[in-house]
């Protein structure tokens, strides 16, 4: 089956760090861009940030950079979102994505809670 | 950066209803432009890129066109099952910002 399930959400206090995974199946990983998009709650989407099909190139939104890395690992067909020096405008559901074509989210995970609290 | 402003926020229509929606760049992003539907509790589905290109698999009674700046998206008969948020994406240059959404209901 073609999915992305992510995991590694939960409560963190700020300032603390969160590593969160996506992992795929059903496809060739290594042929996509991946992308995470996150949600808060009740508010729109927005996209985080991009990683290319090598890892060799990253794009992150301005309120995430310095903070927030993505990074894969192809033989395991997994990306991450490590999040650094969490803040309560962190707090969101997280999406993992893929990307097909120029450019479009074809394949989104279920999502993974991320809840920035003290 | 450039702003997506799409409206309306919420709306109202019967089954059966043509519900139009829309979707405005601050500037051109010439076809640079897609539409996802959000059910309640779940992720986001792919209905339209490229602006007016049908996913597979989508319904053909959703649409949309426009170029530039002005986009629109269409559900020409609305079903019960398409109660959901609609939202548009534009990815001409990063970085990729949504519109605010749009919540459809039933009347």
């Known amino acids: 089956e073609v999915q992305l399930v992510e995991s590694g959400g939960g409560l963190i206090q700020p300032g603390g760090s969160l590593r969160l995974s996506c992992a795929a199946s059903?496809?060739?990983?290594?042929?996509?861009?991946m992308s995470w998009v996150r949600q808060a709650p009740g508010k729109g989407l927005e996209w985080v940030g991009n990683i290319k099909q090598d890892g060799s190139e990253r794009y992150y939104v301005d309120s995430v950079k310095g903070r927030f890395t993505i990074s894969r690992d192809n033989a395991k067909n997994s990306v991450y979102l490590q999040m650094n020096s969490l803040r309560a405008e962190d707090t969101a559901v997280y999406y993992c994505?893929?990307?097909?074509?120029?450019?479009?989210?074809?394949?989104w995970g279920r999502g993974t809670l991320v809840a920035v609290s003290s | 950066d450039i702003q997506m402003t799409q409206s309306p926020s919420s709306l109202s229509a019967s089954v059966g209803d043509r519900v139009t929606i829309t979707c405005q760049a601050s500037?051109?992003?010439?076809?640079?432009l897609n539409w996802y539907q959000q059910k309640p509790g779940k992720a986001p589905k792919l209905l339209i890129y490229g602006a007016s290109i049908l996913e597979t698999g989508v319904p053909s009674r959703f649409s949309g066109s426009g170029s530039g700046t002005h986009f629109t998206f269409t559900i020409s008969s609305l079903q019960p099952e398409d109660i959901a948020t609609y939202h548009c994406?534009?990815?001409?240059?990063?970085?990729?910002?949504f519109g605010q959404g749009t919540k459809v209901e039933i009347k």
């Open positions: 059903g496809f060739t990983f290594s042929s996509h861009w």
């Open positions: 994406q534009r990815y001409d240059d990063l970085p990729w910002t």
């Open positions: 500037q051109d992003i010439k076809n640079y």
């Open positions: 994505t893929r990307i097909t074509g120029i450019w479009y989210f074809d394949l």
